[in-house]
């Protein structure tokens, strides 16, 4: 089934389920008052500091400074 859904998507479903909560986590960033530990609990993160660790690591600035930046 993994194999079928990287055919069809283009990547694994960790890796969709990943950007998905991003897209999430950008929005929250840009239009909402949580604060970063609860916008990452609302997207499914285990830790602030990991969801924090993982949005630098896709969009190279913590999510704080992209809060700042995109409002």
Do not use: C, H, W
């Not at 990287?6 to 991003?22: A, M, P, S």
């Amino acid at each position: 089934m993994g194999q079928l859904f990287n055919k069809e998507v283009g990547q694994t479903f960790n890796g969709y389920i990943l950007d998905q909560r991003l897209k999430e986590a950008e929005k929250l960033l840009q239009t909402s008052g949580l604060s970063i530990d609860e916008i990452s609990n609302t997207i499914g993160f285990q830790t602030p500091a990991y969801f924090i660790r993982v949005f630098k690591k896709n969009y190279r600035i913590t999510p704080l400074k992209y809060r700042k930046l995109n409002r």
